[in-house]
Structure formats: C-alpha cells, structure tokens
C-alpha cells in the first residue's frame, strides 16, 4: 500500500516539475513578447527592431511551439528570422492532402539544425512513397531524434503496410516510440539504450511475435512504459518482456472486433507494477505466466460488444466467454492492492453470482478496490460478486459514471430476484461479513450537476438520484461494528467526508 503511494507521489511531483517549466517557460516568453509590445504601441515603427532584439534561444523556442506552417511563415516577419525555421527541432507532420508529403521532402532537404527532439509523421501511406518514407526515417536518425512517431493512417486490413527500416532499431538518441500501421521484422542487431516509452499501435508483428517482443524489450534497458493497441489481430500473441527489469507499465488494449477470436494471448511481464487490460471481443484464451510484482491492475471491456458480434459468434457463447476470461483472469492478479474494474464487466459477473454456483469464488487480496456502477438491477450481483471476493478491501470506491446501458445478452435467463429484497439482504451480509476492514468508502459522481453543498446534511435523495441502491448500501453500514469508518461523497468540484455514525 505505501509503495503504491510512493509510486503515485514520485509521479505527481515529475508532472508537476515537468508542468513548472513549461510555465516558466511561457511565462519569460510572454514578459518578452508583451514588454515589445508595449514599444510598439508607442512607435509602431520598432515592430521590426522588436523581432531583430530577440536572442536566437527565444526565437527557436517561439517557433518550435508553432506549427510547422506557422513557423515557415513566421520567415516574413523579419529578415532575423528568414531562414530560422530551417533550424527547427520539432518536426510535426499531418497529411491533409497530398501536396505536404512533397514539403515535407523539401523541408528536410533544407534543415541545417544538428538536432531533432521530436518528428512526429501522421499520413495515409501508400506503396509509392516508401523510398520518401525512409528518406524521413534516415533524417530523423541522422538528427539523434529523441521522440520519434510514425502514424500511418489505416482505412482498411487490405491496407499495404510500411516495412520499419532496421537502422530504427539502433538508434542511440531514442527516448520515446511510437508505431501504428507498419510491420515490426526486428534485425539481429537492436540496442535503444535510451528508450523509456514504447508504443505499437495495429502493428502486424512478425511470426515469432513472443521473441519480437522479448528481444525488443532487452535490447532497451531504460524502458519503463509499454502500450499494445490492436496488435497481431490475426495469430496468438505472445507478449514476452521477461527480460526488461525497469518495465513498470503495460497497456494491452484490443478495441477491434475483427481479431480472429480463434486465437490466444500468452503474457508474461514480471517487472511490471502498472497493468491495464482493455477489450472488445474475447479472444479463445489467455494465459498469464508472471505478474508477480504487478500492484496494480485495470480490467475492462473497451467498448459494449457490437450486436453484429453476438449472432456471427452465438449469444450464449459469448456472454459465457466474457464472464470466463475474467474469472480465469483474475486469480493470477489475487496479490494486487489497487484493482480496477469497469461497469460491463461488472454486468457480466452476473452470470457467476446468479447462476454458475459450482465455480469456486474467486478470492483476492487488494485493499484498494474501484468498481464502475450505477447500481442497476442488472449490475447489482456483480458488485456482489466483486465484493465477497475482496475481503481485504480498506479503501473501496465506487464510480458512478452515467448510465451505462444494460447488455441483454448477458442476461439469458430472466431476471429471478425482487431488486429491493435482494440488495437489502446482500448489503447487510457485506457489511457484517465481508467489509470489516474497509476504512473509506468512497461514492463518485464525475461530471454531475450536483455540487449543492452548502446545507448540512446533505440530501442524498439527490445525491444518488437514479442510483437509490447506493443509499440502501450506505444504510446497511450503520451496522458496521468500525466507528472510524468514513464515507467520501465526491464529484468533480467538491467532496464531503463524514463518519459513518454521523
């Protein structure tokens, strides 16, 4: 728990840092800017001299912040700054029609600067501009870029991808990457030694993804942020960082629908702290084999399954599949503190509480425990489910985001329980057996109108309208034998904390 908080602390004071000087930044800019003018205004004649006074770190700085266009332009202003905008060092390219793929060409035959931080690519690539392609990519290297992101716009799976030139793989200077739409064939030889954030987007990974992954994540000891996004959609996926120590965040996301779901996914990140696990349509299996130091994990459905989806695979298939993978996933999670989980997988635990009695309960050992609810009738045994299943919760959270519609084919049977009945029941049952441990409970309401606060006590008629089920929960607590708990009513602009007994 406290190295959770530590993590969390060291990370809030670098965005902080981080955030300080771009402030300061702005702001000596800005103290320039408007003291010239001030001149100005009094003899519109020094509009020029204003330009000629600025010191070449100033000027560089005030055209790296600008677009790329901007800043070519920006050349008429003054004959100072004629020819600065070919010292640039942040190169950021988006198509918008065909003409800028040739500018871009002749912007980089004209650079002069020994260095680029940032060269960021966004086109619709096609077969014909591949010698183009690599003539930025060589550019880019040649620079000691620092941040480098190809963006190659995929309309289509019929789509021709772009082959990565292997000299990517060595480059030195990189400290952050990111792909999406190209083919990721490793050469032998790869060494990022400054690598820190790696990102794959819809990338088609070679066959023996398990040892792209492993040797790509080896050959870069400084990697600590890894992002997978619709990845070898096509084939079993093996993603394999065993051998990275300083990886300490892993994003697997798979928000497509057309993955052949005949396939499997194998992970193994032992290093990593930070898991987040998305997805659309469950693949045929998953087998985790080390997350051993992981704290934190984050389980949720990307988006509601497409009604498509449901008739091509089966309806009751599916809904099957979906509360499966989650109850085959989570026991290799049991050690985690901090444990997300979103509302539809919430819906799909029905399954588990309602009908399937002969599964053996899941049990973890989180003490931080955050589930997506609106506390509908059709959400409300999940909850349940989740938790019996964390009897070590100490801070629990509920996030209670607008409605999320209910997923009928999840639902085979028809409903068996009075609503009323069943959470006055199970809520009391929680409270006396299952929470004893809890400290803070915790209701969200982000971007609701309700912000009233001035009057006490509050009206939690209102505060919960729509959600009443969550009432009848903070009722079940008066029953708690914890004085010291504490419940939190929160939404985006105030929050309120009171004990229990009050």
Not at 249 to 271: F, H, N, Y
Not at 284 to 302: G, I, M, P, Q
Request: glycine residues 2%; proline residues 4%; hydrophobic residues 40%.
């Amino acid at each position: 728990m406290h190295r959770v908080h530590h993590l969390r602390k060291c990370l809030e004071v670098k965005k902080r840092k981080e955030s300080d000087k771009r402030i300061h930044r702005g702001f000596h800019l800005s103290i320039v800017f408007w003291s010239s003018m001030a001149e100005i205004e009094k003899n519109p004649k020094k509009m020029t001299n204003m330009f000629e006074r600025l010191d070449e770190r100033d000027l560089h700085n005030i055209l790296n912040e600008l677009p790329m266009k901007d800043a070519v332009r920006a050349g008429f202003l003054s004959r100072k700054w004629r020819n600065q905008w070919k010292y640039l060092a942040n190169v950021v390219f988006k198509q918008s029609t065909g003409k800028e793929i040739e500018s871009l060409t002749h912007f980089i035959s004209l650079h002069r600067g020994n260095k680029i931080k940032k060269f960021h690519v966004e086109f619709k690539y096609r077969p014909n501009k591949e010698d183009q392609v690599n003539e930025w990519m060589s550019f880019a290297i040649k620079k000691e870029v620092e941040d480098l992101k190809l963006d190659f716009d995929m309309k289509g799976d019929n789509d021709p991808l772009y082959i990565l030139p292997p000299f990517i793989f060595n480059c030195e200077s990189l400290v952050s990457l990111s792909l999406k739409g190209c083919v990721l064939e490793l050469p032998d030889s790869i060494y990022l030694p400054n690598l820190h954030t790696l990102s794959l987007t819809r990338m088609e990974i070679g066959s023996r993804n398990g040892r792209t992954i492993r040797k790509i994540t080896s050959r870069a000891p400084l990697l600590e942020r890894m992002s997978l996004v619709n990845c070898s959609r096509f084939r079993n996926f093996n993603i394999d960082a065993s051998e990275s120590p300083n990886l300490k965040e892993l994003a697997i996301i798979e928000t497509k629908v057309d993955l052949a779901r005949s396939t499997g996914m194998d992970i193994c990140a032992p290093s990593v702290e930070k898991l987040v696990f998305l997805y659309a349509s469950p693949r045929r299996e998953y087998h985790v084999k080390d997350v051993s130091n992981c704290l934190e994990f984050t389980f949720a459905l990307s988006d509601q399954p497409h009604e498509y989806l449901w008739k091509e695979v089966g309806e009751e298939l599916l809904s099957l599949r979906y509360h499966v993978v989650l109850l085959n996933l989570l026991p290799h999670f049991q050690h985690v503190r901090v444990l997300r989980i979103c509302n539809w997988c919430v819906q799909s635990l029905y399954k588990a509480e309602v009908y399937d009695k002969t599964r053996s309960r899941v049990s973890l050992s989180c003490t931080n425990l955050e589930i997506n609810t609106s506390f509908q009738r059709w959400e409300l045994p999940g909850v349940t489910y989740m938790l019996k299943a964390c009897s070590a919760i100490e801070d629990l959270c509920f996030v209670m985001a607008p409605k999320q519609s209910q997923i009928p084919q999840l639902f085979l049977k028809p409903d068996d329980f009075e609503e009323r009945i069943y959470w006055r029941n199970e809520a009391k049952s929680l409270v006396m057996a299952h929470l004893q441990n809890l400290k803070i409970m915790t209701f969200k309401l982000p971007g609701e109108r309700y912000h009233s606060w001035k009057l006490w006590p509050l009206d939690l008629r209102t505060f919960f309208m729509g959600r009443e089920n969550g009432v009848e929960l903070l009722a079940a607590l008066k029953h708690s034998s914890n004085n010291q708990l504490r419940v939190v009513l929160s939404t985006d602009k105030q929050h309120r904390r009171f004990l229990i007994r009050q």
